[in-house]
């Protein structure tokens, strides 16, 4: 009855490798989204789908780059990794784009560049 | 520019007491306000959303508080238990889809 999943919980590579993260939620949302977490333990805004369509891009890199096949799915590719990539990234989801709604974290993936 | 600040980085409490972690936001015009508890190596678990219009929010041992004017938000523990220890982080939504969040505070229950 997971309700934000997220694959891999660890992934560990190699600077210039290409990898992808994958999201889903089975809670019917509108609205998903990816954060970032730093080693400094700051959470950021990465990107937001609301119904497939992309709403944010917080100036990320073009190196990242989301996709949307569902409502109920959100994946993250990044290309060309780099060492400042290491991170532990967050999806999470709502109802919809209306502030009032209340975000569900995913429980993040681990990710290490070499 | 929207910021959220959250001090102290970290406290310890013994347990049993009652507890306060503090947080505020410089952006008054704040549409709502979510409490969450992160602990070592997992995801966010929320704990409590606020709303504008609200002024406070209760679950449990829980209550947050929510002053626009001041910029200040509180979370309050209650009677604490070392299961309580966890890093606790606020977010505020501030009507541009997206939340943003404080630095957290570690929360450490002393036995």
């Known amino acids: 009855d997971t309700a934000v999943s997220q694959t891999p919980k660890y992934l560990v590579t190699q600077m210039g490798n290409d990898k992808s993260i994958k999201c889903e939620q089975n809670l019917g949302h509108d609205t998903m989204y990816w954060y970032k977490q730093d080693s400094k333990k700051f959470l950021k805004i990465m990107f937001s789908y609301n119904n497939k369509e992309l709403i944010i891009n917080e100036t990320v890199p073009n190196r990242f780059s989301p996709k949307s096949p569902d409502k109920a799915h959100l994946n993250l590719h990044i290309n060309s990794l780099e060492l400042g990539d290491s991170a532990v990234y967050f999806c999470a989801s709502s109802q919809g784009l209306a502030v009032s709604y209340e975000q569900y974290f995913g429980p993040g993936t681990r990710l290490t560049v070499t | 520019k929207q910021e959220v600040t959250q001090i102290p980085a970290a406290l310890s409490v013994p347990e049993g007491e009652n507890l306060v972690l503090n947080c505020s936001f410089t952006?008054?015009?704040?549409?709502?306000l979510q409490w969450f508890r992160q602990d070592p190596g997992k995801g966010l678990t929320s704990l409590l959303l606020?709303?504008?219009?609200?002024r406070e929010q209760t679950s449990g041992r829980l209550n947050a508080s929510l002053d626009k004017s001041s910029g200040r938000s509180t979370l309050y523990i209650a009677a604490s238990q070392p299961g309580d220890s966890a890093t606790y982080l606020c977010a505020g939504n501030f009507g541009n889809e997206k939340l943003t969040f404080g630095t957290g505070t570690r929360l450490t229950i002393i036995p």
């Open positions: 952006d008054s015009a704040i549409y709502n």
């Open positions: 606020i709303q504008s219009s609200q």
